[in-house]
């Protein structure tokens, strides 16, 4: 089976900017979360999408938000990007709600 | 909430020396624990789960990690490590039903010296 993919792999934005970024999920996944990774504050969750829906969601700003498709698949946004956004944003799916399998991220600089 | 604590950001090691990185966690609630491993440039691979039952579980490529509840514990072990294991590696925590995603620690990088 194919792994998570993510796209793009890197990123390059200006302040005050949006960005898109994309995850498919393993075939048969249902359920994708979303991980921003920065060096001052680690691993930290965004938000869960299941079936079309948000299921969960962490304690991040409104700018942050995503969206899941009948496939499975699944975007984030962020708006009006600021420089702290810059991060390695890790996409994972599941089939169980306890075993997260990751893609290999998205490396979003904001200049 | 949860919360994960690992003790050590680096440990470095010679190779074929025995390992352990220390996890510790708080929460109110009973919770799934997990060891993560991420390589240079790549994302997050499982290496080893507690669910229930045993508290040793052990992961194919020789780490092992044992869940310790009174000691809200769970350090990952590994007699005999090899340059190929240098990467950080992360423990992480999620309540049964899976509600707030996991909660990570901040990672430990383990460097194997020749």
């Known amino acids: 089976k194919a792994g998570v993919t993510q796209t793009p792999r890197y990123l390059i934005k200006t302040r005050g900017q949006q960005v898109t970024l994309s995850c498919s999920p393993i075939?048969?996944?249902?359920?994708v979360s979303w991980y921003q990774q920065t060096p001052g504050q680690g691993l930290q969750f965004l938000f869960e999408?299941?079936?079309?829906?948000?299921?969960n969601k962490g304690n991040f700003p409104g700018r942050f938000s995503g969206r899941q498709f009948s496939n499975s698949r699944s975007e984030m946004n962020v708006s009006t990007l600021e420089l702290g956004d810059s991060a390695l944003y890790l996409c994972?799916?599941?089939?169980?709600?306890?075993?997260?399998?990751f893609g290999p991220g998205t490396r979003l600089t904001v200049t | 909430a949860q919360s994960v604590t690992q003790l050590d950001s680096q440990v470095p090691v010679f190779e074929e020396a025995p390992v352990e990185l220390r996890c510790n966690y708080s929460?109110?609630?009973?919770?799934?624990l997990f060891w993560y491993v991420q390589y240079p440039n790549q994302g997050l691979q499982l290496l080893l789960k507690?669910?229930?039952?045993?508290?040793l579980v052990e992961s194919i490529n020789g780490f092992e990690a044992e869940f310790n509840k009174s000691q809200t514990s769970f350090h990952l072990r590994k007699p005999s490590v090899h340059i190929s294991d240098t990467a950080e590696y992360f423990c992480a925590v999620s309540p049964p039903g899976g509600a707030d995603g996991l909660t990570f620690g901040k990672g430990t990088h383990l460097i194997i010296q020749p």
């Open positions: 994972a799916s599941s089939l169980t709600r306890y075993e997260q399998y």
């Open positions: 507690y669910l229930s039952g045993s508290t």
């Open positions: 075939s048969g996944h249902r359920s």
């Open positions: 999408y299941f079936s079309e829906t948000q299921r």
């Open positions: 929460s109110s609630v009973s919770v799934y």
